[in-house]
């Protein structure tokens, strides 16, 4: 029954991680880890960014 639980919960964890990134890459975010990732040009090193 422990097992049971960790799974569940191990499951739920990955589900909403899941639901996050697929409702932020609905709303077109780029960069979902970025903190500017609504309008950053999509790299990861989103500081080269603010230098062009």
């Known amino acids: 029954m422990k097992d049971a639980v960790i799974i569940a919960v191990i499951v739920l964890i ?4 899941s639901f996050y990134i697929y409702k932020a890459k ?4 780029k960069c979902i880890g970025c903190p500017d990732s609504g309008s950053c040009g ?3 090193g989103c500081s080269n960014t603010e230098e062009k």
Do not use: H, M, V
């Open 26 to 29: 609905k709303s077109g975010k």
């Open 42 to 44: 999509g790299c990861c």
């Open 14 to 17: 990955i589900g909403a991680a």
